[in-house]
């Protein structure tokens, strides 16, 4: 009998995600969504520059020199200097590190703390998922930046506490995303089979219902990363965020943004292109991947 249902298990599995290698997946999208996949190389760029920062970045990003304070765009320095003498170019590349640290963390941690507890609340239903369900009603009443804002302002600022900021909002807007597909899953006659050769409701949950969310799942942490980049950039320009020296988008914006609007406009116009940017590639990827993952869009 345990046999039969872990057959049952896997054949649902692959009725429901419709299992494909990487290959087909990369082709699909580049044939079907090219803007996807124009989203898929900014972010691919994105993520080889904060890896190998060290060797494309020009100069120290938080070296200063004072001789060349404000200086325009040359040669020297293609996206020119800010304030402190210090180059714009080689403070956005390494600032990609700060923004793919903060996006991916908190997409990851907060969408699979997520993933947990939508599926579980609609495993369980009843009053656990009623309960649950208006828990995250008050989460989701405050906008993610208001959110965001109150719990760094709790936490302090720096890198690690800017994650766990913008990762507690995304808790429940996952786990919502993610109940609604897990309530469809949990009337599947294979999860009755588990209960009936007396699986543990951890086991049924992570092994048999979890991986059959994964499509919806892996489309909200993309939209999440973009998310997070955004937030992040904002927490910063506010000055709850990342502190100097170390280099982040909004950081760059907070301190050229305004002083030197007129005098040095390249302090803020670079470091506003490159949050643009990345936001950008991460919503075109993420639906592109929606289009290709999800068979009734796909069979349209």
């Given at each position: 009998?345990?046999a039969?249902?872990?057959?049952?298990?896997?054949?649902?599995?692959?009725?429901?995600?419709?299992?494909?290698?990487?290959?087909?997946?990369?082709?699909?999208?580049?044939?079907?969504?090219?803007?996807?996949?124009?989203?898929?190389?900014?972010?691919?760029?994105?993520?080889?520059?904060?890896?190998?920062?060290?060797?494309?970045?020009?100069?120290n990003p938080?070296?200063?020199?004072?001789?060349?304070?404000?200086?325009?765009?040359?040669?020297?320095?293609?996206l020119?200097t800010?304030?402190?003498?210090?180059?714009?170019?080689?403070?956005i590349?390494?600032g990609?590190?700060?923004?793919l640290?903060?996006?991916?963390?908190?997409?990851l941690?907060g969408?699979?703390?997520?993933?947990v507890?939508?599926?579980?609340?609609?495993?369980?239903?009843?009053?656990?998922?009623?309960?649950?369900?208006?828990?995250?009603?008050?989460?989701?009443?405050?906008?993610?930046?208001?959110?965001?804002?109150?719990?760094?302002?709790?936490f302090?600022?720096?890198?690690?506490?800017?994650?766990?900021?913008?990762?507690?909002?995304?808790?429940?807007?996952?786990?919502r995303v993610?109940?609604s597909s897990?309530?469809?899953?949990?009337?599947?006659?294979?999860i009755?089979?588990?209960?009936?050769?007396?699986f543990?409701?951890s086991?049924?949950?992570?092994?048999?219902?979890?991986?059959?969310?994964?499509?919806?799942?892996?489309?909200?942490?993309?939209?999440?990363?973009?998310?997070a980049?955004?937030?992040?950039?904002?927490?910063?320009?506010?000055?709850?965020?990342?502190?100097?020296?170390?280099?982040a988008?909004?950081?760059?914006?907070?301190?050229g943004?305004?002083?030197?609007?007129?005098?040095a406009?390249?302090?803020?116009?670079f470091?506003?292109?490159a949050?643009?940017?990345?936001?950008?590639?991460?919503?075109?990827?993420?639906d592109?991947?929606?289009?290709?993952?999800?068979?009734?869009?796909?069979?349209?």
């Open positions: 009998m345990v039969i249902s872990e057959v049952r298990v896997e054949a649902q599995f692959e009725t429901l995600t419709e299992k494909k290698p990487i290959s087909w997946l990369v082709l699909e999208l580049m044939r079907r969504k090219p803007l996807g996949a124009a989203g898929a190389i900014i972010v691919i760029i994105m993520i080889l520059t904060a890896i190998f920062a060290d060797l494309v970045s020009p100069y938080e070296a200063n020199s004072f001789a060349d304070m404000t200086q325009a765009p040359s040669w020297a320095h293609w020119g800010d304030q402190f003498g210090r180059d714009v170019l080689a403070r590349i390494y990609a590190r700060t923004a640290f903060v996006g991916f963390a908190s997409a941690v969408g699979a703390i997520g993933l507890l939508g599926v579980g609340s609609a495993y369980f239903g009843g009053r656990i998922d009623l309960i649950f369900q208006r828990v995250m009603d008050i989460f989701m009443a405050f906008p993610l930046i208001i959110m965001a804002l109150a719990v760094v302002s709790i302090g600022t720096g890198a690690q506490n800017v994650v766990i900021a913008i990762t507690i909002p995304f808790i429940p807007r996952c786990a993610v109940r897990a309530l469809a899953i949990r009337e599947v006659p294979y009755d089979a588990a209960r009936a050769n007396g543990s409701h086991r049924i949950i992570l092994r048999h219902m979890a991986p059959n969310v994964m499509a919806p799942f892996l489309i909200m942490i993309t939209a999440f990363v973009g998310q980049i955004l937030l992040e950039a904002s927490l910063s320009y506010l000055g709850l965020g990342v502190q100097e020296p170390t280099p988008w909004g950081l760059m914006l907070q301190g943004a305004e002083e030197y609007a007129l005098s406009p390249w302090m803020a116009i470091p506003g292109l949050i643009t940017l990345a936001v950008f590639g991460f919503n075109l990827f993420g592109a991947l929606r289009d290709v993952l999800d068979p009734k869009l796909r069979s349209q």
